[in-house]
């Protein structure tokens, strides 16, 4: 069972910045990307971010590339994203999710094919 920890949510006036952790723990991880989604209320689940096994291979989502840096950690069970230059528009709860699918799933929107997600943490950003 592999479980996703997420930490760093928070509120923040717009402009300013976040940083989220997600910690993955349990058995069977072994090469796998990991990303960020994020679901605001009202609105579809949407991809923010991910990165892969060895943090060499990153993808974006339009509305946050520029802003957003997702990145692993030195202990590859760790993925962050720093958030600067935060919008009232990034206000949402922000998964954690992993898997050795998860950047082929992202590329064709085949979200089913992600193996594990996290509980979220909540981001909202403030004008």
């Known amino acids: 069972q592999v479980q996703l920890e997420e930490s760093g949510g928070g509120s923040v006036q717009a402009g300013g910045s976040l940083r989220l952790s997600c910690t993955a723990s349990?058995?069977?991880?072994?090469?796998?990307?990991m990303g960020w989604f994020r679901q605001a209320p009202g609105k579809e689940r949407e991809v923010v971010a991910a990165v892969s096994w060895k943090g060499g291979s990153t993808t974006y989502s339009n509305s946050v590339r520029g802003r957003f840096t997702i990145s692993r950690g030195y202990a590859e069970h760790t993925a962050y994203l720093q958030m600067n230059d935060l919008k009232p528009e990034d206000t949402a709860v922000y998964f954690c999710?992993?898997?050795?699918?998860?950047?082929?799933?992202?590329?064709?929107?085949?979200?089913?094919?992600?193996?594990?997600w996290g509980r979220g943490t909540q981001v909202t950003v403030s004008s």
């Open positions: 349990g058995r069977g991880l072994s090469n796998y990307a």
């Open positions: 999710v992993a898997g050795e699918l998860l950047l082929g799933a992202v590329a064709t929107h085949k979200y089913g094919d992600i193996d594990y």
